[in-house]
C-alpha cells in the first residue's frame, strides 16, 4: 500500500509543469498494454489522458486481473518523453487501487471513436458517457447554459425559478403529464411561460434555465419528453423586432462563449463553426411559403404552419442567399400561435410571432405577447377557454404590464445543431422518451 | 400622443448622468400624490423611483382616473432637486399610457412595508412580488445561484442537468409523486442523487441548480413540496472532511457573493451578515445528544436524528461556544440515512454523513457516499431493498467509481436563513404546499 494520505493529488494536465518531480496522480484504467516484460498503462482523470510504464513484478501482478476503467492512484516521477501522448510519462510507479473493476466492460470506450449502438450506449449511460467524445459535448451542454446566463447577466436580466407542478395546462390540454397532487389533479409545467410574464411586471427583465415536460406520445429523433429550456422574457419593447434583435445577440453570445471555452472539445468533436451574419435574415412566413412554392415545387401556400422539409429549404436558401445558416420566420398564422401571442397589427391573421431556424431546424420559438387584460379575455373567449384557471396569470395584466414578449431555447437542441447533429438523444443525458424512461 | 419610437430609454438609476436633457422613463406609476394645481407623480421602473411634477391640465386628466400600477412612459426634462427621492425629478412631462389601470389593487405596494398576510400575498403573487422587499429578497435569491455556480466553475466543477422524471424513487418509497408516463408508473425526482454520483464517473466534479419534488403531506415554515436544490457531487475525496472542507468555502463565497452584488438590498432588508470563522466548528452525533441533554437537560441520547428544537440549542451553543452561526453535525446514525451513505469505518453504527445547521436550522444534508459495487450490494440487501430498480445506478459501481461525496443546499432555506426569516413561502416566488398549488 503506498502512503498517498499526504500527498496532494496532481491533474494529467498538470504533468508538465512537475518535470522530474514525484507526483500522485488519480484515475481510471484507460488501457492498459502489455508486454512481455512491462506494460504501457493509460490513466485517465478529468484533465487528460496519462502514460505509465509499470515494470515491476510485484505493480505487474496487481493490475494483472484488472479490467478496464478500474479506479487507481499511482504514484511515480515525471519524466519527459516525446512519444508519450502529452509529452511525459510516469516511472517507477507504486499503484494503489481505489475500486477495482472485475467485470468486462459493456463496450470499450478507449477508442477514438464510440462503436456501440445509441441505444446500448443510452442503456448503458452510467458507463458511455465517459467516452472522451460524450464528455465533450456535455462540456459544451455546460458552456451553453454559461454563456447564456452571461450575457444576459451583462443585460441586466435576473434569473428565476419558477414551479413546475402547475395546476392547469399552460398552453392547451394535450401533452401534459398529469399528476397525483395529494389527491387533487396537477400537472407538469410544458414551459415557464406565465411565470415568467407575471415576472416582467416585477423584474422587466428575467430568464430561467430549467426542465420543460411534454406528453407528446412520439418518438422521434427532434422531440424528447423531457428538455432544458433556456426561458427569456422582457418588458418595454417596440414589437417582436425587439425580441428578435435581443435572441441574435445572445445567440452570437453563446455560440461565440462556447467556441472560447471549449477548444479541445470543438476540436475533438469537429466543430464546424455556425455561418452568422451581424444581422440574422428574415422572412414573413406567408413569403416563406410562395418562396417554397416557386423554388422546390411544394405548393404549401395554404398550409399553417412549416414541416420539417421545408424548414430545411428554407435553411438552404438562406445560406446561399444571405450566408448564413441562421434564418428568422415572422408573422406565424394566429390558428397555430398559443393565445397569449400579440398578433400582427396590420393582419391580425397573422401574429407578432417567430421562430429562428438553424442548420435546418427550428431552435428558438418566441414573439411578442399581449399585454392589456382586455385583450387576454377577448382572445381567451375567442378560443372558447375559460378565464377562472388563468386567473392568477392574468392578474398580472389587470394591475399593469408593459409590451413585452419573449423566447425559449432548446439546450440539447442547439448543442445537436451545433454540432451538426441528427439525433437529441446524442446531446442528452439521460433522454426520455415514449419508451425510454431508465436509467 | 408622443412621438417615443425614436428615443431611447432612459432608467432611473441612469438620471443623474443626464441632467437638463430631455430623457424617456418607462414604468409603473408607483403612486401619485395630487394637490389642487399639480400632482407628484412617483415613475418605478426595474432600477428604481423617480419624482415628475405634472402640472399641465391635460396631463393631470389623463392620470385622474389611472389607478396605481398603470404602466407610463414619461418624457420630460432631468431637473436636479435635493429634496427628490434620488437627487432629481422630471419637469415638464408628457405622458403616454401603455397599459391603463383601473380596477382597484388588492392592497397597497407603494409602501415601505407590504401591510397584507402572507396569503394573500402568495394569492396575488403577480402583484404582490412588484414590492420592493419582495423584490430584493428575489434578486438576493439570484446572487445566490450566481455565487454557487461562480465559485464552482472556478474550482473545475462541471454544471450537468439531470432528469425529473424517473422511474423509481430515489431514497424511499414514501412522499414520491407519482405520474403517468404513458400509461407506466413514473415519479418525480426527489433529489438528483443517483445522476450526480453517476456523473462522478464522467466529470468527477459535477453540479446542479434544479427544481426536486417531495411528496411530503405536511405543511410547516420549514417545507415545501418542490424547492430549488443546489447539488455538487465529486470524487477522489479522503473521507466526509474533503466534502465539508470544500462546503465550507462554497458557503463563504456565496454569502459574500450575495452580500457583494446586493447592497442595496441588504440593506433594504436589513441583513445581517452571518458570523462565519475559517473553519465552521463541528459536532459528532452522540456528541451533541449529550451536549443537549448536558447543557438543557433533554435527555435525547437514545434519539436517531436532532429534533427542530435540538438544532436551535446546537446553533446557540456554536454561537457561544465558536462565534459561528454555522455548525457541522457529524456521524449521524446508519438508520437514518441512505442507503449509499458511507458507514464511518470506526463505528459503522454511525456514518459519514453529515448535515449542516446555519442560524438553528438544518441548510445541507451531505456526506460521503459507498464507492465499492459489493457494499451497494450488501447496502441494498441489508435493507430488504431490490436491486432490478437500481440497476442502471448500479452498472456506475460495477465499472469503477472513486471514493466520492457531495451535499444538497436548499436555495430557498438558504435565503431565509440569510434573511433570518421564518418561512420558506417569504423566499419562494410561487410555493407549492399542501394547500397551494396557485398561482
Redesign the interface.
Known amino acids: 500500500m503506498v502512503a498517498t ?1 499526504s500527498m496532494e ?1 496532481t491533474l494529467v494536465a498538470q504533468l508538465g509543469e512537475r518535470e522530474g518531480q514525484e507526483v500522485l496522480l ?1 484515475g ?2 484507460h488501457t492498459i498494454r502489455r508486454l512481455s516484460k512491462f506494460a504501457f498503462l493509460l490513466i485517465r ?2 484533465s487528460g489522458v496519462a502514460q505509465v510504464i509499470v515494470d515491476s513484478k510485484e505493480q505487474l501482478s496487481l493490475l494483472a486481473e484488472l479490467q478496464d ?3 487507481l492512484e499511482v504514484v511515480g516521477t515525471v519524466v519527459a518523453e516525446p512519444n508519450a501522448p502529452n509529452g511525459f510519462e510516469i516511472h517507477k510507479p507504486r499503484i494503489r487501487l ?4 472485475r ?1 468486462v ?1 459493456p463496450f470499450p470506450i478507449n477508442k477514438g471513436t464510440l462503436n456501440a449502438n445509441l441505444d446500448t450506449i443510452l ?5 458511455g ?2 467516452h472522451p467524445h ?2 465533450a459535448v ?2 459544451l ?2 458552456a451553453a ?2 454563456g447564456f ?1 452571461k450575457h444576459l ?1 451583462e443585460q ?1 436580466f ?10 392547469s395546462a399552460t398552453e392547451s390540454g394535450a401533452n401534459v ?6 389527491g ?1 389533479n ?1 400537472y ?1 409545467a410544458q414551459s415557464p411561460q406565465f ?1 415568467k410574464q ?2 416582467v ?5 428575467v430568464f430561467e ?3 420543460v ?1 411534454r ?1 407528446e ?1 412520439h418518438s422521434t429523433t427532434r422531440h424528447l ?2 428538455y ?1 429550456s433556456l426561458d427569456v422574457e422582457f418588458g ?1 419593447i ?1 414589437d417582436h423586432r425587439t425580441v428578435m434583435k435581443l435572441l441574435t445577440v445572445l445567440i452570437q453570445a453563446m455560440v461565440t462563449h462556447v467556441l472560447d471555452h471549449c477548444k479541445t472539445e470543438a476540436a475533438l468533436l469537429e466543430i464546424k463553426p455556425p455561418v452568422m451574419p451581424i444581422e440574422f435574415p428574415s422572412i414573413f412566413f406567408p413569403d416563406a411559403l410562395e418562396l417554397i412554392y416557386t423554388r422546390y415545387g411544394d405548393d404549401c401556400r395554404e398550409e399553417p404552419d412549416l414541416s420539417p422539409q421545408h424548414e430545411r429549404w428554407l435553411c438552404e436558401w438562406a445560406l446561399e442567399q444571405y450566408q448564413s445558416d441562421f434564418l428568422f420566420v415572422t408573422g406565424y398564422p394566429s390558428s397555430k400561435r398559443p393565445f397569449y401571442t400579440h398578433p400582427d397589427p396590420v393582419n391580425p391573421r397573422y401574429t407578432n410571432g417567430f421562430d429562428l431556424l438553424f442548420r435546418g431546424m427550428e431552435l428558438v420559438t418566441g414573439g411578442q405577447r399581449l ?2 387584460y382586455a385583450d387576454y379575455v377577448k382572445a381567451l373567449t375567442d378560443r372558447k377557454l375559460p378565464l377562472e384557471p388563468f ?3 392574468l ?9 413585452h414578449g419573449g423566447f425559449a431555447i432548446g ?1 440539447e437542441r442547439f448543442v445537436m445543431l451545433l454540432l451538426n447533429g441528427q439525433n437529441l438523444r446524442e446531446t442528452t ?4 422518451d ?1 419508451n425510454r ?3
Open positions: 494520505k493529488r488519480s481510471w484504467m482523470d478529468a476503467e478500474s479506479v481505489l475500486s477495482p473493476v467485470d466492460v442503456d448503458n449511460a452510467a458507463f458517457l465517459r460524450k464528455r456535455f462540456t451542454s455546460a447554459m454559461a446566463r447577466n441586466h435576473t434569473e428565476i425559478t419558477t414551479p413546475k407542478i402547475v395546476a403529464f398529469r399528476l397525483d397532487y395529494f387533487r396537477a407538469l411565470y407575471m415576472m411586471g416585477v423584474f422587466e427583465r434555465v430549467a426542465p415536460f406528453a406520445p419528453n423531457e432544458v418595454f417596440q399585454h392589456l386567473s392568477g396569470y392578474d398580472a395584466f389587470r394591475y399593469g404590464m408593459p409590451p439546450l443525458l439521460f433522454p426520455r415514449l424512461l431508465t436509467p
